[in-house]
Each structure stands twice: as C-alpha cells, then as structure tokens.
C-alpha cells in the first residue's frame, strides 16, 4: 500500500522507549525519565511573554517561508560573533525545529547513489534520511577510547569520489563528545580537498562545559560549503515551540526556502517573533540552566562510575551520558528494557544509535538532581540482583 520509499525511513527509539514508560506510569508505576532529549525547565517568562504579545499584536498571519526578516538578521548577528565568520541575513533560512535543515539540506544537495558520511553513534535521522532520499550512508564510528570523537585518519579513509557530504555533530548526541579545534581543521582540510559538504549539527553549541565550542563553519574554504545547524530547542528550553534555522550559502537557503514553501508554508509567525527576544534580550535564564546542566553532569557521570559492571567518560557538552555496559554481560537493548521494567528507569539502548552503540546505554540528565540520584540508586539495585 504504501511508496516503497517509506521502507527507508526511520524512525527516533527515544519516542517508542517514552510510550512505554508512559504505559508503566499509567499502570501505577513510578518511572524516572531519562530517554528524551530535552531540557526539562520551562521557556524563560519574557520569551513567553514575547509570544503573548506577537499573537495580540495580530503575528497570526503568513510570513516569508525563509523567515522573519527580523529573525533572521538576528540570527545572522549571532552566528556572526558566536562563530567569527561574517553571515549575512540572506544566508539564513528559519524552519519549523532543527530536523528540517537536516532532511531539506540533505534532500536539496545529495543525489540517489552518492555517498554521505555520518557519525555513528549518533542522531538516527541523519541515516534515516540518507537512506530515504537513495543515497548511501556510510557510517563512521565514534569510539570510547578517543572520547567518542571521530578518528580523522579513519574519516579520510572513507572519503572517496562518490562522498557528498560529511555529516559532523558537537556537542554530540548521544555521547556528549566535543570535536577540538585540531578536528575541525582535519575535517576542513578534507572537504576543502576533496569538494565535499559539511552538514554541522550544532544544536547543543552553547552546552559546552569544559572548554569553548568551536564551528568548522569559520575555517577558510569552509563557508561556501557547510551547511550550519542550530535552534532554540535545547538553549532556550523551547523543544515544543519548533523553532530552528540552517546556514548556508543563499543557493542552498533559497533552495530550502523553496522546500520550505511546499512542506510548511512558514514557521509559525508569533513564533519567530519570540525567536527575536530569545537571541537579543537577556541571556541569564539560559546560562543558569547550562550551569544547571554541569552540576547534573557530575552527579550522574559519578553515580554511574560507582555502579558494578558500568563505566562512563565524562561527556564535555550536551546533556547526555553515555555509559559502557558490557561489564554487567547483558545484550545492551535487553538491558535498557529490564532497566526501564525492573527499576523504573527509561534510558535508551546506544543501538538506538547506530550499531557501534552496542555496549553503551544513553541517560539524558535533563533532570533534577534528585532523581538523577534516584535513578542511579534504582539501577544499582537492579544489579546487584543479577
């Protein structure tokens, strides 16, 4: 019945792991959610407030499927310092969340055939993608033992005259891995070489708690050929707003804009107008939420650590761990199952990741503190009854 395009499409594990463990709760269970990826403070007042204003001030009309003139001069601004390369309003396209650069960007750029490269672990719809639109994923894997960032020797090994694109993720999900400086020229230096794109996720760039957060965006010859990812879901606690935006070169961002024109029209317009506020007011509700975020990370990266059979690195930026669980000698889906049935704990198997998470359990620590103890006391229990 249905195309046969949809048998390459895939899907988000944390979504399926959520519905269960809202089952268990309905059924009288207490569960501790660590399986979604999002901040679990609210949108700060004046963004909100923001919002309230633009709908009473008549923001419930059409606007330009690009965006918000206004938003995305302001969103230029901010690349602009953040990243230290010059981007202009015209070079920014605003959508409805991150997702839609992925799959416009991906959909604008790679033909059926040719070769994308993408981390793994990591965010399953940049596989899922590549699959969907025909093109050939080629994974390259992210080991514990470089911190889970990408080998830049084993990445030029994969390159090769059918590579597109070179999809890059830091702060990364799921294993809170940082690329350092000398990564992001390697990576440069091969695309520049080779003519190939770079599709940046950079959804988690101000979530960087050791060190500063570097783009490859702003490394010479890079401009013309990356594809720069970012939104308001993970900074400003707005994952239900779907509000993020792409920048590229104007080609590929009136590309996407046409894209944009025959999925969604626009992105909500009272949306963007809090967009607006987010990146020009006060930036002190968010930076306390980032300091809140590091405090739950060493609570949770100890907890583990001190657990028989587990041990975790301690990630340098998002909010996820990702601990190693092959000493508890239990298949790593199975685990996070019995983890979430036994001891009321939603986490998700690293092969909801990509094959190279066997052996690993993502938590997100968006959470209070409290519970984060909780859960790890939970889980220690549960294993001390194998």
Known sequence: MLAERMS???????????????????????????????????????????????????????GPSP????????????????????????????????????????????N????????NPGFPIYESVINFVGAKPVPLPLREENEFRLDAEELGRLITPRTKMIIINSPQNPTG????????????????????WVM??????????????????AFPGMKERTILIDGFSKTYAMTGWRLGY??????????????????????????????????????????AMMAQFKARR??????????????????RGAFYAFPNVTGTGIETSTLAKRILEEAGVAVLSGTAFGEYGEGYLRLSY????????AAVKAIGEFLSRL
Not at 112 to 119: D, R, S
Not at 253 to 258: P, R
Not at 267 to 282: E, H, K, N
């Open 298 to 315: 060493d609570v949770i990266v100890d907890g583990l650590n001190s657990l028989p059979g587990i041990s975790c690195v301690k990630p």
């Open 246 to 287: 792409g920048v590229a070169p104007k080609p590929l961002t009136d590309a996407i804009a046409k894209l944009e024109t025959n999925c969604n029209s626009c992105t909500p317009s009272f949306i963007q107008r809090a967009g607006i506020v987010a990146l020009r007011s006060s930036q002190e509700a968010s930076e």
């Open 67 to 110: 965006g918000d003139p206004e938003l995305r001069e302001a969103i230029a601004e901010t690349i602009s310092k953040s990243r230290g390369v010059d981007v202009t309003p015209e070079e920014v396209v605003v959508v409805p969340g991150a997702k839609p650069i992925i799959f416009f960007g991906i959909m604008a750029l790679v």
């Open 112 to 119: 059926e055939g040719e070769e994308v490269i993408y981390p």
């Open 366 to 373: 968006a959470n209070s503190v409290e519970n984060l103890r």
């Open 177 to 196: 891995s940082v690329l350092t400086l000398e990564d992001l020229e390697a990576i440069a230096r091969m695309a520049v070489e080779h003519n190939v």
């Open 8 to 62: 390459r499409l895939g899907t988000e594990t944390a979504f399926e792991v959520l519905a269960r463990a809202k089952e268990l709760e309905r059924e009288g269970k207490t569960v501790i959610h660590l399986e979604i990826g999002e901040p679990d403070f609210d949108t700060p007042e004046h963004i909100r407030q923001a919002a309230c204003q633009a709908l009473a001030e008549g923001y419930t009309h059409y």
């Open 200 to 217: 940046t996720d950079e959804a988690y760039s101000r979530m960087v708690y050791d060190g500063e957060h570097h783009s490859v965006l």
